[in-house]
Nanobody, 115 residues
């Protein structure tokens, strides 16, 4: 069974930092493209970043230069380092992947950016 469990969210002031983690199990993590997707209240899902199985990284323009995605294949864990956070970054952040042509998301972790 594919499982994705996010952690690390919380309340941070504008300009602050957070590091999100996603613990993965039930599939071959090192062979999977892994992504972060976020959803703000009243809005649709927004793709944030992808770390491909080969280690190539991709970012949405809205987070480029501020967020860094990384992975530890030995620990089956995906990370998202978020710096210089803005109020518009506030959302529930989900870890996501595709296994056997099926999409999987975790339960999400809440990020609140407020002074």
């Amino acid at each position: 069974e594919v499982q994705l469990v996010e952690s690390g969210g919380g309340l941070v002031q504008p300009g602050g930092s957070l590091r999100l983690s996603c613990a993965a199990s039930g599939f071959t993590f090192g062979s999977a493209d892994m992504s972060w997707v976020r959803q703000a209240p009243g809005k649709g899902p927004e793709w944030v970043s992808t770390n491909s199985r080969g280690g190539t990284t991709y970012y949405a323009d809205s987070v480029k230069g501020r967020f860094t995605i990384s992975r530890d294949n030995a620990k089956n864990t995906l990370y998202l380092q978020m710096n210089s956070l803005k109020p518009e970054d506030a959302a529930v952040y989900y870890c996501a992947t595709e296994v056997a042509l099926r999409n999987y998301w975790g339960q999400g972790t809440q990020v609140t950016v407020s002074s």
